[in-house]
Protein backbone atom coordinates (compact mmCIF):
# COMPACT_ATOMS: atom_id res chain seq x y z
CA UNK A 1 0.00 0.00 0.00
CA UNK A 2 2.82 2.34 0.98
CA UNK A 3 4.55 1.73 -2.56
CA UNK A 4 1.73 2.41 -4.40
CA UNK A 5 0.01 5.42 -2.57
CA UNK A 6 3.41 7.78 -1.43
CA UNK A 7 3.51 9.01 -5.18
CA UNK A 8 -0.19 10.41 -5.20
CA UNK A 9 0.28 11.48 -1.55
CA UNK A 10 3.58 13.50 -2.65
CA UNK A 11 1.62 14.61 -6.05
CA UNK A 12 -1.94 15.66 -3.82
CA UNK A 13 0.77 17.32 -1.53
CA UNK A 14 2.66 19.51 -4.02
CA UNK A 15 -1.33 20.47 -5.48
CA UNK A 16 -2.24 21.57 -2.24
CA UNK A 17 0.73 23.26 -1.09
CA UNK A 18 1.65 25.46 -4.71
CA UNK A 19 0.56 29.32 -4.93
CA UNK A 20 -2.92 30.32 -6.40
CA UNK A 21 -3.41 33.06 -8.47
CA UNK A 22 -6.48 35.63 -7.66
CA UNK A 23 -8.61 33.28 -9.26
CA UNK A 24 -7.55 29.86 -7.14
CA UNK A 25 -6.09 28.29 -9.86
CA UNK A 26 -2.68 26.89 -9.07
CA UNK A 27 0.81 28.21 -10.54
CA UNK A 28 2.78 25.59 -10.62
CA UNK A 29 0.95 22.99 -11.78
CA UNK A 30 -2.18 22.45 -14.09
CA UNK A 31 -3.56 19.59 -12.44
CA UNK A 32 -2.76 15.87 -11.44
CA UNK A 33 -1.34 14.60 -14.64
CA UNK A 34 0.78 18.04 -15.21
CA UNK A 35 2.18 17.70 -11.43
CA UNK A 36 3.22 14.03 -11.97
CA UNK A 37 5.17 14.90 -15.26
CA UNK A 38 7.35 17.70 -13.60
CA UNK A 39 7.98 16.36 -10.53
CA UNK A 40 9.57 13.13 -12.70
CA UNK A 41 11.09 14.78 -15.25
CA UNK A 42 12.42 17.62 -12.55
CA UNK A 43 13.55 15.82 -10.04
CA UNK A 44 13.49 12.04 -11.11
CA UNK A 45 10.94 9.21 -10.55
CA UNK A 46 12.47 8.72 -6.65
CA UNK A 47 11.13 11.97 -6.37
CA UNK A 48 8.20 10.45 -6.43
CA UNK A 49 8.68 8.33 -3.51
CA UNK A 50 10.14 11.16 -0.44
CA UNK A 51 8.30 9.81 2.59
CA UNK A 52 8.35 6.19 1.55
CA UNK A 53 9.80 5.08 5.28
CA UNK A 54 7.21 7.44 6.84
CA UNK A 55 4.41 6.03 5.27
CA UNK A 56 5.24 2.42 5.61
CA UNK A 57 6.13 2.84 9.37
CA UNK A 58 2.40 4.22 9.96
CA UNK A 59 1.09 1.59 7.39
CA UNK A 60 2.62 -1.48 8.45
CA UNK A 61 1.51 -1.79 11.71
CA UNK A 62 -1.89 -0.94 10.59
CA UNK A 63 -2.04 -3.37 7.95
CA UNK A 64 -0.61 -6.18 10.86
CA UNK A 65 -3.32 -5.11 13.23
CA UNK A 66 -6.28 -4.80 10.72
CA UNK A 67 -5.20 -8.06 9.49
CA UNK A 68 -4.75 -9.78 12.83
CA UNK A 69 -8.62 -8.44 14.03
CA UNK A 70 -9.67 -9.53 10.95
CA UNK A 71 -8.57 -12.65 11.01
CA UNK A 72 -10.10 -12.85 15.03
CA UNK A 73 -13.02 -11.29 14.22
CA UNK A 74 -13.72 -13.77 11.27
CA UNK A 75 -13.04 -16.97 13.80
CA UNK A 76 -15.44 -15.70 16.47
CA UNK A 77 -18.13 -15.09 13.89
CA UNK A 78 -17.76 -19.09 12.62
CA UNK A 79 -17.54 -19.66 16.48
CA UNK A 80 -21.14 -18.06 17.13
CA UNK A 81 -22.22 -19.55 13.80
CA UNK A 82 -21.53 -23.15 14.26
CA UNK A 83 -22.87 -22.93 18.29
CA UNK A 84 -25.89 -21.28 16.80
CA UNK A 85 -26.74 -24.48 14.30
Not at 7 to 22: A, E
Not at 71 to 81: C, G, H, I, N, P
Amino acid sequence: VAVVMTPFDVVSTRLYNQPVDGTGRGQLYGGLADCLVKIWRQEGPLALYKGLGPAYLRLGPHTILSMLFWDELRKLAARSQHQGT
